[in-house]
């Protein structure tokens, strides 16, 4: 029994003997194995990854880009954003009717001060060759603004084709380019017309020519009545305003070559006549969002500017009415809140901005590709029309009424003229914004009550629903005001022209 139990107990204690051993070899043997292994599974990846790199081209096609594909998918997406509206088969029409008078030959004429910047003098123009027509007398090329605001030193052929003015309305009045010598010294009528008048009132104006040969109208703006007038003298004034008033050619052509530079860039782009500048909020009496310096200043402005005084002025409750320029950022809330992608080209149709890049960026920030006459322009191109404002502005209307969309944060001037002017020409996208709307938005916002997203994009985009610019009738005076200041609250004629936008043919 002892003899068999012995070798069982050797064989036991040799294994557990061996097992020591031989542990660490086998260690080495399985991190040595472990080594080999990987080493071949690394070189297995980096052939196969190898092998499928070489069945790829070295610069992928669009499609394999993700980014680029969702841009493409991002921008098919608010492709409807561009669309104009429709303009329902309406077309412009302003030649004369069967019952139209042809221009007569006078020895009578009438002498202007066209007053105020490039619109306000270009719609005041328009309604003294109107004004000339129904009183039968001979217009002078009017004498333009140089004592407003802008300084523009500006005659009327720096500005104007001066030729093409004279040519397109020789059938409708006689234009000369300077009084004759003979009548410079004689007495002249002075007159101050009456703001928004009527046919009637010039035709009982022409009693004038019976002691006078040289009407001077110290005035050109608003003479007209916007609604009222005979077809035919309505149709005069958009011949006048948009076929006779050619910008001068040096401004035409530079003019369309900013317009293909901004094509070049982007396509599409936005013109947004930005009108937070200096004289504006002096004018309008609006703060908000200014610091107290700002305010102060802009209060001693108008102070200093007779006509644009108002007394007490409540720029809270101006804003409130919707009588304030949109601020930079509020516009960004607002094109953000329509639609419209971060990669948006905008073209800021507007003089220097209050407050300058700072102020600039609560805009960009949202919109970086913005661009101005300085970024597009050489300084030796822009030389030409530096202090005169006039003709720099003249730049920025050819780059508006070309736009793909056109968005005034202010109704100016500026922007009634080239709503005015897209409507004629098909009624191209103008997106005017509902200030006072959107004031209670941007208030809600700024209080934490409402949240950008879905929800006020939906509002926003419901409110401007019919804000596109698209064909209809002209706003007449607001409810309650009596007597002629209810004149002065009616759309202006420029701003809708429908008496030139027609079905038919003519």
């Not at 809330?333 to 960026?361: H, K, N, V």
Request: net charge positive; hydrophobic share 35%; with cysteine.
């Amino acid at each position: 029994m002892v003899n068999r139990s012995f070798p069982q107990h050797r064989t036991s204690s040799t294994s557990r003997f061996l097992l020591r051993k031989s542990s660490p070899f086998a260690f080495s043997l399985c991190l040595i194995f472990i080594f080999a292994s990987s080493i071949f599974v690394f070189f297995f990846f980096c052939a196969r990854n190898v092998l499928e790199d070489e069945q790829k081209p070295l610069f992928p096609e669009p499609e394999e880009f993700p980014s680029h594909s969702h841009a493409k998918s991002e921008q098919k997406s608010v492709d409807h954003l561009w669309d104009a509206p429709s303009s329902h088969g309406f077309h412009p029409c302003v030649k004369p009717t069967s019952r139209y008078g042809a221009a007569q030959t006078s020895d009578r004429y009438i002498t202007v001060r066209s007053n105020g910047g490039l619109n306000q003098m270009r719609a005041g123009i328009s309604d003294m060759v109107a004004v000339a027509h129904i009183m039968n007398g001979t217009l002078v090329i009017p004498q333009l603004d140089k004592r407003s605001f802008w300084h523009d030193t500006s005659t009327f052929s720096d500005i104007f084709d001066e030729h093409h003015f004279i040519k397109t309305l020789r059938s409708d009045i006689k234009i000369v380019k300077e009084l004759p010598k003979e009548l410079e010294s004689i007495p002249h009528a002075r007159k101050h017309f009456t703001s928004w008048a009527g046919f009637g009132y010039y035709e009982e104006m022409t009693r004038l020519w019976k002691d006078y040969q040289v009407i001077h109208v110290a005035k050109s703006d608003s003479r007209l009545a916007n609604n009222d007038l005979p077809l035919d003298i309505q149709r005069l004034r958009c011949r006048a305003m948009y076929e006779a008033l050619h910008f001068a050619p040096p401004i035409e052509n530079f003019g369309k070559k900013l317009v293909e530079r901004l094509r070049l860039r982007g396509g599409r782009y936005i013109a947004l006549h930005l009108r937070y500048e200096k004289d504006m909020l002096s004018f309008t009496g609006c703060t908000y969002g200014l610091t107290h310096l700002e305010a102060e200043e802009l209060e001693i402005m108008r102070e200093k500017t007779p006509h644009w005084k108002i007394k007490n002025i409540n720029s809270t409750q101006q804003r409130i009415e919707g009588l304030c320029p949109l601020t930079p950022k509020e516009v960004g809330i607002f094109l953000q809140a329509l639609g419209y992608l971060p990669s948006t080209l905008i073209y800021i149709a507007a003089g220097e901005i209050y407050g300058g890049d700072t102020r600039l960026s609560e805009l960009s920030s949202r919109f970086p590709n913005i661009v101005t006459k300085e970024t597009l322009a050489t300084e030796e191109e822009l030389k030409p029309f530096i202090n005169h404002a006039s003709q720099s502005a003249a730049l920025d209307y050819i780059i508006s009424i070309e736009s793909d969309v056109f968005v005034p944060t202010y109704s100016g001037n500026m922007a009634r003229a080239v709503e005015g002017h897209r409507r004629y020409l098909g009624h191209r996208k103008t997106i005017t914004p509902d200030r006072k709307g959107l004031v209670d938005i941007f208030d809600k916002l700024e209080k934490g009550q409402l949240g950008e997203g879905s929800s006020l994009s939906d509002h926003v985009r419901r409110m401007h629903k019919n804000r596109q610019g698209g064909p209809r009738k002209r706003r007449g005076p607001q409810p309650g005001i009596k007597g002629r200041a209810r004149f002065r609250t009616e759309e202006s004629f420029f701003e809708n022209p429908y008496e030139c936008i027609c079905k038919s043919k003519q």
